[in-house]
C-alpha cells in the first residue's frame, strides 16, 4: 500500500535529515508523529531500527484549521508495512514522558507542540533519556509565526541551560544537538 499524507512538512528538511540520521541508529523516539512521514522516514533509512512514537492525534493549537478527521487512521495506514517495531504513545508527550522515566534511545525526534512551554519540556526530558553522544533533533527551528512562544524560544532556551553539555551540529529549520555529557 502506498502512503498518502495530506500535508508535507517533511520534505523541507530530509536533506538535512539525512546528514544527520545514521542507518545504523537501534532505537528512536519520535515526539509528534501526526501523519507518519517522518516516521517513515526514520524506518526507511534506518532498518534495524525501533521506534517510539508519541502523539495525541488530535493535532495542534495551529492545526486546528486542517482536516484532523481519522487522523490516527492515516498515520495506522502510512506506518503498517513497519508496525511490529513501533510503540505508540496515544497522549500529549508530558503524560509520556512518565512511561519513559528509563528509557534511553540514539535520537530523539521532538516535532510536537508548537507552544515554547511544551517544546522546552520535550527538549529537556529528551536530554534525560538521550544516551551520552546520540542525538536530539527538534524541528521548527526557523518557523516564523506572530507569536513569542514558539518552538524557537523553547530551543534557544534549551541551548542556553544545557551549554556545554550538548554539542550543536547544525541550526537552520531543524536544530540537531548532541548530548556530551
Known amino acids: 500500500m502506498t502512503p498518502e499524507f495530506k500535508y508535507d512538512w517533511f520534505s523541507p528538511i530530509r536533506a538535512d535529515m ?5 542507518p ?3 532505537r ?3 515526539i509528534g508523529s501526526f501523519e507518519g512521514q517522518s516516521t ?3 524506518l526507511e533509512r534506518c532498518p534495524a531500527a525501533t521506534m517510539t512514537c508519541v502523539d495525541h492525534f488530535q493535532g495542534g493549537e495551529d492545526q486546528q484549521s486542517l482536516d484532523l478527521s481519522s487522523l490516527l487512521d492515516r498515520f495506522m495506514a502510512n506506518v503498517a508495512e513497519f508496525k511490529h517495531r513501533i510503540q505508540i504513545y496515544q497522549m500529549d508527550s508530558w503524560k509520556a514522558w512518565t512511561y519513559m522515566l528509563y528509557s534511553h534511545f540514539d535520537l530523539i525526534f521532538v516535532d510536537g507542540s508548537h507552544l515554547a512551554p511544551d517544546v522546552l519540556n520535550d527538549l529537556c526530558q529528551s536530554y534525560r533519556c538521550v544516551r551520552q553522544d546520540g542525538l536530539i533533533i527538534a524541528d521548527d527551528y526557523s518557523w516564523e509565526n506572530q507569536r513569542s512562544d514558539c518552538p524557537k524560544v523553547a530551543i534557544e532556551a534549551f541551548l542556553t541551560c544545557f551549554k556545554g553539555r550538548v554539542r550543536i551540529l547544525y541550526l537552520d529549520r531543524i536544530a540537531v ?3 556530551i555529557c
Do not use: P
Open 24 to 26: 545504523d541508529l537501534g
Open 18 to 22: 539525512e546528514r544527520f540520521v545514521s
Open 177 to 179: 544537538m548532541q548530548k
Open 28 to 30: 528512536i523516539l519520535e
Open 40 to 42: 517513515r522516514f526514520f
